[in-house]
């Protein structure tokens, strides 16, 4: 078992305990933050934490997964991005394109290790497919990255200016995170992780509790330019099936509990992310 925050291999639940105990003693940031944020702000002995660790982690990962991510990002109040997303405006969407540009090619990236690591057959055509339709494009559809810069492109930004943007220091910092999880992890829990990030344009959102979707549906059908519609229309559509399929392998072949501890820091470089796009936003306004 690995640790949940610095994911050196601790062992039981009770060795993990231990660890995250001694190391909070020792005020190390990243052991304090993960127990603040997910099990409690208040100083816990070790049995306690025991107890509520394996709280935190039990259930089937793909639904553990799909429940987790709902309450981060789509809790009350949700992610901030998400409540910018309801009716976004220009500069919240040139801020979209202008660092995901950046993100889809770490994107392609991360799946290509777990291609060139897994023995797993279906995991490694997954991920052929998925690096096709985000890169390089298929049956006659520009790839993902293209329908971005065309949106960017629509709502008055040249071509030139979108690729020759650098990332904001935040998105810099997450694609960094990202980069060392996908050489760090089991390529299974590598997929799993990154896929879950996917669940953010997942319509059945709600069924877990959420407030709102990523967007406002009814954005795919007025008031915005026709590549704003093609670019989010593609997520809304395909992000369902991508996202669950890719859970169900991860579930089916990843560790249970390094798949977990991979979504949730996984999450934690996305949502900075998310906030770049609106740092970017910002700036252009």
Known sequence: MICPACLNEVG????????????????DVIHVMWLNRNISKKRMEVEEVRVRLEEFF????????????????????????VEAMQRPTREVLLGYVLEH???????VISLSTVI??????????????NITEEYVGCE?????????IRMGVALGMRREDIVNTPPLKRTRDALAELDRLSRTLSPEAVSGAMHSLELIAHRGVRDYGAKYTYF?????????????????REGYDKDVKHSEYALELASEHADPHELKVGALKAWE???????????RARSLG
């Open 12 to 27: 039981d639940y009770d060795s993990t305990a231990s660890h995250m105990v001694r190391e909070a003693y020792r005020s």
């Open 58 to 81: 039990r259930g089937e990962p793909k639904e553990w997964i799909m429940r987790r991510f709902v309450e981060r990002f789509f809790g009350d109040p949700p992610h901030p991005f």
């Open 101 to 107: 540009q950046h993100f889809l090619r770490q994107w």
């Open 116 to 129: 060139s690591r897994t023995k797993v057959e279906e995991i490694r055509r997954m991920e052929a497919e």
């Open 140 to 148: 006659g559809r520009p790839p993902h990255l293209e329908l971005l």
């Open 216 to 232: 406002d549906p009814s954005i795919l059908k007025s008031g915005y330019p026709r590549e704003v519609v093609e670019f989010l």
């Open 269 to 279: 470089a996305f949502d900075s992310y998310l906030l770049a796009r609106l740092e």
